[in-house]
């Protein structure tokens, strides 16, 4: 029996090690491509603020769905980018660290045309839009993990819609989006100068 357990954890070991292997090469194991993605008519002018807008809903939600027929949020200080692995704190621009649930908006810019892999490293559930079209959904209750490998068709350079819901509902919370761009080596967080809304 003991020899099972040991070779359980070093099998549940290897798994974890697979999957942070896979998302940190780019490899194309249960990758998706996504395209059709339609740009922002009109485009994002010099008026536009950076960073993304985000409305907070106060709710202990267990599935995304959950978020959209909420009610009116508030809305809350701009998230400059989704770089957030915060424990036990606060979870985003809001003060609270439990129950909050966020709808995020805005546009991303894509530098140039082509083929750009995508994932998102949550905590708790979210489900990420791009131009009109579903990118990542990761949409229920769960501990930090990384979706899917996404490679998402860029038709033309610009600026497209960006719709997130989010929510973190007891514990910890993290909302890390990471792409690799045409020619990158790896992956790394889509910078704050993508972000605008």
Known sequence: MRNRVGLTAFATFAGVFLLYAVFMTGSTLAQTAIGGLTPASPQPGKGAAQGLAVEYIRILARHVDEIEVAGKGKPGEPISMLDWNVGDGPVLTHEDDDGVAARISGFIKFEAAGDYMMAIQSNDGVRLTIGGKL???????????FSPNVTVQVPHAGWYPLYLLYFERKGTATLELYWQPPGADGFDFVPEEAFAH
């Open 135 to 145: 990118i990542i959904d990761d949409p229920d209750v769960h501990m930090d993990r």
